[in-house]
């Protein structure tokens, strides 16, 4: 009897224990780095190791992988991950055609499958609801244009997906199409609409012919007050659809008519009749219409492509093929009142899911379950569609809702996708948030910026010219905005994420003739240090960094990273740190990884940017006693100031302040002029560092009576105080760098 109660006291003891047990790493706070890390068709053993060891080695504690139909030893690099202490994210890029292979239910692929409801009553950039002609969210239209004039107006439908419908009424409207050409819904930065189709994405299911693969397109309407005496045969609208292929850097002028199948008959239009609608009418409810088009079709009539960046320069992709251009168009003949409530467009994959989501749910979530148990409880979730366009949104958000039936999370990065290029309000500076419309329509659990604001063309220094590429105002109007939304959509999220993604690349080539950098400069070591601290200034649950490892050519050419190998080095493809960013990243991640867990148990109050002129301190809390904030003078360097300082409380509410130091580097024009074309070797002449930089607070004047003098700012990482003196707490900070700093009164050994 004693055994046995000393048998159920072990037990209980060993349940107690659980959670701390099947605790992973990355639960604390996810530390974490995109690593391009999956098994090809043989393991190369001594990559993996060597890429696991550096990731070990950096503090990451989490990482992106890939897995994919073949694959040798998922177990085996799960484990190996395990063995070093970091979770995986698994991107399931396998895909069968079978359907009876778990492959075919594989995450990756069926999350860029598309579709998109576009609403009808959208016609131009004016409201149809109180705010929505600036709302990303409902980012097309159907216009009328010079030869394709659209008949009708928006009016209010209670019934309809939106609550409006696009109406058009015998006698008062000439005949015409209800419904022309999507386009987006605001102008480019060039004055155009730009057509739809590019936002399409689709996965190569069936190569090459694609048997039984279709575009479906859906439309729902409503049709009364027929014209008396109509006979039976007479039409009442028109259905088809165009498209127009590219030509040059636009669309051709010639527009293709594509025939599409409905009731088992190809046709190139669809004539709804009198006879129809009475065959299929139900009361006062709305009909919808279903037609679909061959992938083949498109692809002969050059309207999708393999050449998904359209750039035939580069390889076509071997997994997707892209939309280029399609128009559903409806014409109505005006013999009767119509109401179109929206228009549809679905890839094959996501209309078979959509249509059957209990048999794709059942085993989309035994396909995720056979990786998850290949692992060590080291698989933290699944990564779906990369940077995910409008069409993929609703795939999301499908991937998303089957996965929580058994609490397993996935998230993608998103990035400002068409910013700057499509405007809103080009008087205010409004562009079109593709992060926002994510949002909305998507609705992530997590939500995972990746802005990488460095670009070749940067000011670096301050200047009255090109305000918009100086790196201080870049860093403001396009990251640290992004960030602040983001972490206010996931408060409003119950148990949201906000995890951003960090720029840590830059692409070294030979473009044009001349060596330079294209799409992104690399970060100097001091900038690097900037984007690595800056997300702690919005309270992230996690941080992840792009990206671990590159392939460079044997001239260098290609993307930098934290490391990289060369052709022609010796024991390529083994990979060699990268001595500029290395540095920023093996200096930082450690210090950063401790912060971030403390942060996470802090209530965020505001961030700012702190120049060098005497601003109040914004109030924590009533009994704050810091009066003044500001940057001091110092007649070091080009410019001053721009320190990121967010405020936090913890639970006693004790004030925190998250320090970041933006003025990193300066540009030393030489022989080189221009930033874009200085060889990462050269970073060191042509970008010098900034001197540090002194942050100074200021105390309330208590008068004689001095409460103040033992209070210090504490850094519980470096275990280090900042003192009071003389009115002030002064904190130094070297160019990039950041600190997490409590406000402490020392007589309390308060820390």
């Not at 990065?413 to 205010?428: G, P, R």
């Not at 001239?555 to 490391?563: E, L, M, P, V």
């Not at 001197?691 to 003098?709: E, I, V």
């Amino acid at each position: 009897m004693k055994e046995k109660k000393l048998s159920l006291f072990t037990l209980f003891l060993l349940l107690l224990m659980l959670p701390s047990l099947y605790a992973k790493y990355s639960d604390e706070f996810p530390y974490g780095i995109y690593a391009n890390l999956r098994n090809g068709d043989k393991v190369d053993y001594p990559s993996r190791y060597a890429t696991i060891n550096l990731m070990k080695t950096l503090g990451y504690n989490a990482t992106i992988m890939g897995t994919q139909k073949g694959d040798p030893d998922l177990p085996g690099l799960l484990k190996d991950l395990d063995n070093s202490q970091i979770d995986a994210w698994v991107l399931d890029w396998g895909w069968d055609k079978d359907p009876e292979s778990d492959l075919h239910y594989a995450s990756y692929p069926l999350s860029a499958s598309s579709y998109f409801r576009f609403e009808a009553e959208f016609s131009s950039e004016k409201d149809v609801r109180i705010g929505d002609g600036m709302d990303n969210q409902y980012w097309y239209a159907a216009q009328s244009e010079k030869n394709l004039y659209r008949t009708g107006k928006e009016d209010m439908a209670p019934d309809a997906s939106y609550g409006y419908v696009w109406k058009a009424e015998k006698g008062k409207d000439q005949p015409g199409h209800i419904f022309t050409d999507l386009r987006y819904r605001w102008q480019n930065r060039n004055g155009f609409y730009v057509r739809f189709g590019s936002e399409f994405i689709l996965y190569q299911t069936n190569p090459p012919d694609y048997p039984d693969d279709y575009i479906w397109v859906k439309f729902r309407f409503k049709i009364s007050n027929l014209q008396s005496g109509i006979s039976s045969n007479t039409p009442l609208l028109r259905f088809y659809v165009t498209g127009f292929e590219l030509y040059g850097t636009g669309f051709s002028s010639q527009m293709k008519i594509l025939n599409h199948w409905i009731d088992n008959q190809q046709r190139s239009e669809t004539i709804f009749t009198v006879h129809d609608y009475l065959l299929n009418r139900r009361g006062n409810e709305f009909l919808e219409l279903e037609l679909k088009i061959p992938y083949k079709d498109l692809i002969d009539a050059n309207l999708l492509t393999a050449d998904i960046d359209h750039n035939p320069a580069t390889p076509d992709s071997r997994e997707f093929l892209r939309l280029v251009n399609l128009n559903p168009r409806v014409y109505w003949y005006g013999n009767c009142d119509v109401e179109l409530d929206y228009v549809e467009i679905e890839d094959e994959l996501h209309h078979k899911i959509s249509h059957d989501k209990n048999y794709w749910q059942d085993k989309i979530l035994q396909r995720m379950d056979n990786v998850i148990s290949q692992g060590e409880g080291n698989v933290k979730g699944f990564y779906t569609f990369d940077e995910p366009y409008q069409g993929q949104f609703d795939s999301f958000k499908l991937m998303q809702e089957i996965a929580s039936q058994e609490d397993i999370p996935v998230f993608t990065a998103v990035y400002d996708f068409q910013v700057t290029n499509i405007t809103l309000n080009k008087e205010q500076g409004i562009y079109y948030d593709h992060i926002d419309a994510f949002s909305k329509i998507a609705q992530p659990q997590i939500i995972a910026p990746d802005i990488y604001p460095l670009k070749p063309d940067l000011i670096w220094n301050a200047t009255e010219g090109e305000k918009g590429k100086f790196i201080q105002y870049i860093l403001d109007q396009k990251l640290l905005s992004v960030y602040q939304d983001c972490m206010e959509y996931r408060d409003k999220k119950e148990e949201g994420k906000f995890y951003p993604i960090v720029q840590v690349l830059g692409k070294w080539t030979l473009y044009q003739g001349q060596e330079q950098w294209v799409d992104w400069i690399q970060p100097t070591t001091a900038a690097q240090k900037v984007l690595l601290y800056l997300p702690l200034c919005f309270k992230p649950d996690g941080i992840f960094h792009y990206c671990l490892r590159s392939y460079q050519d044997i001239k260098g050419y290609g993307q930098r990273s934290i490391a990289f190998s060369r052709v022609g080095m010796p024991d390529y493809p083994l990979l060699v740190p990268d001595p500029i960013t290395w540095r920023a990243v093996s200096l930082s991640n450690p210090r950063i990884k401790a912060y971030g867990v403390i942060i996470k148990d802090l209530n965020w109050q505001n961030s700012e940017c702190i120049g060098t002129s005497r601003k109040k301190f914004k109030k924590a809390e009533k009994d704050n006693p810091i009066q003044y904030i500001q940057v001091q003078k110092q007649g070091i360097g080009e410019y001053e100031g721009y320190i990121q300082c967010a405020t936090y409380l913890d639970k006693e509410e004790n004030l925190w302040l998250m320090v970041v130091n933006r003025r990193a580097n300066f540009f030393l024009p030489g022989i080189i002029t221009e930033p874009q074309f200085v060889p990462p070797e050269e970073f060191d002449i042509y970008f010098p560092e900034a001197p540090p930089q002194k942050l100074l607070l200021t105390f309330k004047d208590s008068g004689r009576k001095n409460p103040y003098q033992n209070y210090a700012f504490y850094d519980p990482y470096e275990d280090k105080f900042y003192p009071y003196h003389n009115g002030n707490i002064e904190i130094e900070l070297p160019a990039g760098e950041g600190r997490l700093l409590k406000l402490v009164n020392r007589t309390s050994n308060d820390r």
